[in-house]
């Protein structure tokens, strides 16, 4: 067998040298091909068409997968085996892939309790594999799982912008479908870089859970916070006064201009609040902007009153980025850029398994979309803020 790979790997570099990189795709798909069939060899205990008396099973077809590479979207043949009492599916294709095995984990323990059993073996087919044991799903997880742990525990340091923000997702817990909150930061530091920092899953966003949050960010390292940005999520507030002494809060303009919407006693005046806002929020300094604000407060001040004493009560808690240098505001004034890069990622991936088998599970996958999101954005070659000049 060790002639026969050799053969192909010499192939491989054959065409390689004769197209060079325009067929980079077809050489990564032949490697893609010959370490799956590799894997399948070690997993069955037997070389292809080899009769050894403790082969655990046998060769069984492939089926074709596409797979997103660098060299771009390339179509494999995914082994297949029989006559085992486990499934096989080559690590190989999704090693490095953390958030594609968290679904699978998170679909794979629905499936071996019985729950969504016909939606749960829907997903499952898409990796190729008939049926689970609780054995196997417990060992994938602990692999995936201490590989998760290691980054939710590792050292931060200096982080000088801090923004933080909570989605929800359907978590199962003693039959019962319940709403768990999802906390998740990013931060700036001296390295003009922004970074994921952490994950917190629990069925409450109550204080207790963003006080948790926010001291296991400090326990871990993280210092030096002058500035936060965030929703006025429940109990956030407190837990940040308590954690984050001193640090000057930013509260998203964003989802203050929602509110303003709501708060608006009619048609006519939730059209037209919004533009109105932005006068405040692209106010060219803060005494600008608070004098705008003053004129917006006494134009409803009559008509109507309750949103006219909402936007005198809350607005202001929306300029403090106005402290902050000028090219640094675009990137400060919501809570945006979590929603954009975090969250709706996040969103494309909990969708597929709708309600979670138990907290550990949600977890596990949103962990896996940080660590992919952070590692894109710690090999990003233009800084994400400068601290000594204007973005470009």
């Not at 997103?68 to 490095?96: C, I, M, W």
């Not at 970074?195 to 859970?209: K, N, P, Q, Y």
Request: hydrophobic share 40%; glycine share 6%; with cysteine.
């Amino acid at each position: 067998m060790r002639r026969e790979q050799d053969t192909a790997i010499e192939a491989l570099m054959e065409q390689l040298i004769a197209n060079g990189s325009e067929d980079m795709a077809a050489v990564f798909a032949g490697l893609f091909d010959l370490a799956m069939r590799i894997e399948r060899e070690r997993f069955l205990g037997a070389e292809h068409y080899e009769r050894a008396p403790d082969r655990r099973g046998y060769a069984n077809g492939y089926k074709p997968k596409k797979v997103d590479t660098p060299a771009g979207t390339v179509t494999v043949n995914v082994p297949k085996t029989a006559g085992h009492d486990g499934p096989f599916y080559p690590q190989s294709l999704e090693r490095g892939r953390r958030s594609s095995r968290a679904v699978m984990l998170a679909v794979a323990e629905m499936y071996v309790k019985g729950v969504s059993t016909r939606d749960a073996e829907a997903v499952l087919k898409e990796f190729g594999i008939e049926s689970l044991s609780s054995t196997q799903v417990s060992r994938a997880a602990k692999l995936l799982d201490d590989e998760l742990e290691a980054w939710r525990s590792r050292p931060l340091g200096e982080i000088r912008y801090l923004i933080v923000d909570a989605r929800y997702e359907k978590v199962r817990e003693g039959g019962v479908v319940r709403d768990a909150a999802v906390l998740s930061a990013m931060g700036i530091g001296p390295d003009e870089r922004r970074r994921v920092l952490g994950v917190s899953c629990a069925l409450s966003e109550a204080e207790v859970h963003w006080r948790a949050f926010l001291e296991s960010l400090i326990q871990r390292g993280m210092r030096g916070i002058q500035f936060v940005v965030s929703d006025d999520h429940a109990g956030l507030r407190a837990a940040r006064l308590a954690v984050l002494t001193g640090a000057t809060w930013q509260r998203c303009q964003f989802h203050l201009a929602q509110n303003a919407i709501h708060h608006s006693p009619n048609l006519a005046i939730r059209k037209r609040i919004g533009a109105e806002l932005r006068q405040v929020w692209n106010a060219p300094d803060l005494q600008a902007a608070t004098e705008n604000l003053r004129r917006l407060v006494e134009t409803y001040r009559d008509k109507a009153p309750k949103l006219a004493a909402w936007c005198e009560d809350n607005i202001p808690e929306g300029l403090a980025v106005f402290t902050l240098p000028e090219w640094h505001r675009r990137r400060l004034r919501t809570s945006n850029p979590m929603e954009r890069a975090i969250q709706q990622e996040i969103k494309r991936r909990t969708q597929k398994v709708r309600v979670f088998p138990n907290e550990k599970s949600l977890e596990r996958l949103v962990s896996a979309v940080l660590v992919e999101i952070d590692d894109k954005w710690a090999s990003a070659d233009k800084a994400y803020i400068k601290w000594e000049c204007q973005d470009d």
